[in-house]
């Protein structure tokens, strides 16, 4: 529609509307604001860290020992849940603090006419048919259809992924199916004016505009479980269900004994406080509150807990190019004379530092008369302006006059004593921009624009010899490759023109100018990106960009970044909407490491069809465009400085510092968090199993129960609870970042976990329970034999605790100073077991008293076994683990099945061989087996 019949369907007026219909209008379409869902309260919080099985569990146990009169049981049960709570709580309530501490608090301001005035309004009262005044740096505030421009574009990067401006034109009419990224006659909110001004009537508010269809997209749906989440659920169903099926084999036992209804109760409440980890909950939270606390420290900030896990699961990212590969800063990259190799430029961003590189064999001092005049006009045909404000290079106006600008200083030209007379800005139908500047030698004309319009300009060339006739194919040939690096390429003129030229200076004075040369522009990536996606391949971790600009200009970046080398490799938004089937659109993503001219629906597409082909996927982004695959994805990771609220409230990750390595040391610390929760697990679940042997053994048996509910209680809360704490602040064992990630199908409980829980539960509960009998046949009394048995489980989780800092690693290779808190908690924990045996009132609890130091050293030289059990399975692990050496290995192997252990070691040697790979480009050739992937995969 024109723009008068779009006034007229508004039923606005030139002048605006007046107050009372914009008050009308107001009522009824509402505020020009994205609804935020409101923040869940403190007591919601609390409420929600009972929602899970093993809380259950432990309060039927709770009931029936307060149905018994067993109220100590019962109180330290109770005890148990209402700590998990509250500490689960606390951190929940204290992420969702910091999530509110990101949204921005600045209030947007409008000008809009209304009444015949321009007023500065609170962007929020806007309505349909309002007019709003734009210009250079506006941020537009809704939805609008221009009604006049001049010289006017747009940054709208952050809702369609395209990294150069737009030109706006309001006289253009455009087909109704016009893509988004089209609409010359339209201005979106959220996006930046960056050049000129323009006028335009309010079509669309809040939830109406083109960001609140993004955001109404994402609003109310619920994220994807975590996978720390997944197992623990897994896991915590299989104990429940355990406990319940124990119980009911423990009751039939008992009752066919001849047992009464209360002891076959208190023997049910035994079971079910022995196999339930009661410290797991707490110690889980400590732990990824840890992780989140140590990734604060690396500038990402955690919003959900579990995505601190989450993160270092994830097998793929699919990263937003624009603001997260790259600076979002156009930077000139190469200049190009004619009859000549091109410059390299080097440096980034708007920072001046960088050097011009010349052609191998170019003379520096013949073209530097010639680099004088590029960058001379270069600052003179420019409306930005460049300076150094608070220690920081700060720009204003279109992002092409200020990379300009960065050039010319790098070239060694700044400010020049010229005055100018006249100027002709950039209109997108004439595809240039020109400005006639008087000097010292007379008026001079400088040109930049589109290489073919400039060209048609221009009758001579620069060259270091001197000007010479234009060779226009030459030229031409020059920018053609220049593009097809996906470079935009502006070529650069200068001509002297008569007196009086100023007067009416027009497009009919710049003829006979002289070509100075090309420049050729790009969003460079960031210069830490190509280490960080390095660092991800060494990790085993995909990554893909997905951005909405052109196929070519993305195949640059990813090749500058080590992503990608072939256009095979990059899949456009056409080709995924074209694509008839999932298993089609899967074929597609799973081929491509780069798809460009990508819609904000495509890339959550792409995130579900990485999800069908098994990976956990991370996002990262930073506009309202990456809104909904950062809700769709598993973990979304937000730009905090640059992005959007939209997209920093979506996200479960917030980095601070917009630095895609960050990412990376996020991915290090969530694995590094999720190896603290597997030491935690094993150690609560390896006590806990030795407590169920323990008890199963003395029912077979037929003697009394070793340990009584309130002892076991103890064991499992307060002194392996002091150490499960102590150790969830584990550091790094090294080389987290060089292993292959987690399948996203493996359990907690893998084979390695179950075959050392396993071992801890029968040496433990065997050597615990062979010392109960040989004291009760000693003639021990079954409270002093359950006084000597508590006390040698304590001091066998004391020593498993040291066996859990590692899986596979010798714990007499471990410095037990690098955690400080894990040593001194493993002596808290045994010294308060022993306090308690003084403690009035505790130890008739417990029912526990003093003991020899003698008895003490004997029972201490008896839980030593453990220790050395361990050791031995860690030895035989890695040895089992290790894969087959030889220089023969790999022909005498052709054609073997797949080895079971790839996991662990593929990555980074030979399947067969074990030889080291030798580098990401010679690996495949090097190991041809069918079963040793490239780097990406």
């Given at each position: ?17 007046d ?114 005044l ?56 959220g996006?930046?004016?960056t050049?000129?001004?323009?006028r ?18 994402v ?95 994830c ?32 440096g ?39 300076a150094?404000?608070?220690?920081a ?18 070239a ?61 194919d ?29 007067e ?35 990790a ?8 909405g ?8 970046v ?9 256009p ?11 694509a ?63 992005g959007?609220d ?19 040391a996020?991915?290090?610390?969530g ?12 150690l ?51 080389q ?6 987690r ?10 976990m179950?075959?050392?829980v ?28 359950r ?25 007499l ?8 808190l894990?040593?001194f ?5 045994q ?26 050293i ?10 050395a ?69």
């Open positions: 529609m024109g723009a008068d019949a779009v006034l007229a369907a508004l039923a606005s007026a030139p002048s605006g509307l107050g009372a219909e914009a008050a009308a209008r107001l009522a009824q379409f509402g505020r020009n604001a994205l609804p935020r869902a409101a923040p869940p309260g403190v007591a919601v919080i609390f409420l929600r860290q009972f929602a899970s099985p093993l809380m259950y569990v432990l309060l039927a146990a709770a009931l029936v020992s307060a149905a018994l009169g067993e109220w100590s049981d019962a109180a330290f049960i109770l005890a148990a849940v209402l700590i998990n709570a509250v500490v689960g709580a606390y951190q929940e309530h204290s992420a969702e603090r910091t999530a509110e501490a990101l949204r921005s608090l600045v209030t947007q301001r409008a000008l809009v006419e209304r009444d015949g005035a321009v007023r500065e309004l609170d962007a929020a009262e806007l309505v349909p048919g309002d007019l709003v734009l210009e250079s740096g506006s941020k537009v505030p809704a939805d609008l259809r221009l009604v006049s421009t001049f010289n006017a574009s747009a940054d709208e990067s952050l809702l369609t992924g395209e990294s150069l401006p737009v030109p706006k034109d309001a006289a253009r009419l455009l087909p109704r199916d016009a893509a988004l990224a089209d609409h010359a006659n339209m201005a979106y909110a996006t930046l004016f050049t000129g001004r323009a335009g009537v309010v079509v669309a508010t809040g939830l109406d505009t083109a960001l609140g269809r993004i955001a109404a997209s609003l109310g749906k619920r994220p994807p479980k975590a996978p720390l989440v997944q197992r623990m659920e897994r896991f915590t169903h299989l104990i429940t269900a355990a406990v319940g099926v124990a119980a009911l084999l423990v009751a039939a036992v008992s009752l066919a004994r001849g047992a009464t209804l209360a002891e076959v109760f208190v023997l049910a409440v035994a079971l079910a406080v022995s196999s339930v980890p009661e410290g797991l909950p707490v110690a889980l939270t400590v732990a990824l509150a840890v992780g989140m606390q140590r990734m604060a420290r690396r500038n990402v900030i955690v919003r959900r807990l579990v995505a601190v896990e989450t993160l270092g699961s097998t793929h990212i699919a990263s937003d190019k624009t603001g997260t590969l790259t600076v979002n800063q156009l930077t000139v990259r190469r200049v190009q004379f004619a009859d000549q190799p091109p410059w390299e430029v080097t980034e961003g708007l920072d001046p530092q960088g050097a011009l590189v010349l052609p191998q064999g170019a003379d520096r001092v013949r073209h530097e008369a010639l680099l004088a005049r590029l960058a001379r006009a270069a600052v003179l045909a420019n409306e930005g302006t460049l150094v404000r608070d220690g290079w700060i720009a204003h106006g279109d992002t092409v006059d200020a990379a300009l600008l960065v050039f010319a200083r790098k060694g030209v700044g400010e020049l004593a010229a005055t100018q007379l006249a100027s002709l800005p950039y209109e997108s139908a004439q595809r240039f921009s020109a400005s006639l500047n008087r000097l010292s030698g007379g008026s001079l004309a400088c040109v930049k624009g589109a290489a073919e319009t400039v060209l048609g300009m221009c009758s001579r060339m620069a060259s270091a010899e001197g000007d010479l006739p234009l060779q226009a030459g030229i031409r040939s020059q920018e053609r490759a220049l593009a097809a690096e996906g470079f935009r390429v502006l070529a650069l003129a200068e001509g002297r023109l008569a007196p009086g030229a100023h009416s200076f027009s497009r009919e004075h710049l003829v006979g100018l002289t070509l100075l040369g090309l420049v050729a522009m790009s969003d460079p990536p960031r210069p830490e990106a190509r280490e960080a996606i390095d660092a991800c391949r060494r085993g971790i995909g990554v893909s960009m997905v951005t600009d052109h196929p070519l200009t993305a195949l640059a990813a090749r500058d970044l080590g992503l990608a080398r072939d095979g490799e990059v899949v456009t938004g056409a080709q995924i909407g074209a008839r089937s999932p298993a089609e659109l899967d074929a597609l993503v799973a081929a491509a490491r780069v798809f460009a001219r990508v819609e904000p629906q495509q890339k959550t597409a792409i995130v579900e069809s990485l999800q069908r082909g098994g990976h956990f996927v991370a996002v990262t982004g930073d506009g309202v465009n990456d809104a909904p695959a950062l809700r769709a994805a598993q973990v979304g990771v937000a730009m905090g400085a640059s959007t939209v997209a920093r409230e979506t996200a479960d990750l917030v980095v601070t510092d917009d630095n895609f390595a960050s990412i990376v996020g991915v290090e610390e694995r590094i968090a999720y190896a603290n929760v597997r030491k935690v697990i094993f609560l679940i390896s006590t806990g199993a030795a407590e169920i042997v323990l008890f199963l053994l003395a029912l077979a048996a037929n003697v009394p129960l070793p340990l009584l509910a309130v002892q076991l209680l103890w064991l499992n809360l307060v002194t392996n609870g002091i150490q499960d704490v102590a150790l969830a602040f584990e550091p790094a064992e090294g987290e970042l060089l292993r292959p990630p399948s996203p199908r493996e359990r907690v409980f893998n084979r390695l179950l075959e050392r396993a071992l801890s539960a029968l040496v433990i509960g065997g050597i615990a329970f062979a010392v109960y009998q040989w004291l009760l046949g000693r003639g021990y009394t079954v409270e002093e034999a006084n000597s048995t508590l006390l040698l489980m304590v001091l066998f989780e004391n020593v498993q605790a040291f066996n859990s800092r590692s899986e596979t690693r010798s714990a290779r471990h410095d037990p100073l690098r955690n400080k894990l040593l908690g493993t002596l808290a924990a010294l308060v077991h022993i306090g308690a045996m003084y403690a009035p009132g505790l130890r008739d609890v417990l029912g526990v008293h003093p003991v020899s130091s003698a008895h003490w004997e029972l201490l030289g008896l839980a030593i076994p453990i220790l059990a361990l050791e031995a399975h860690k030895w035989l692990w890695r040895r089992r683990a290790s894969p087959p050496r030889g220089p023969t290995s790999c022909r005498a192997r052709r054609g073997a099945a797949r080895p079971p252990s790839r996991s662990r070691w593929c990555a980074s040697r030979c399947c067969c061989c074990s030889s080291p790979r030798p580098g990401s480009t010679s690996w495949s050739a090097t190991c041809t087996r069918r079963w040793c992937s490239p780097p990406r995969s």
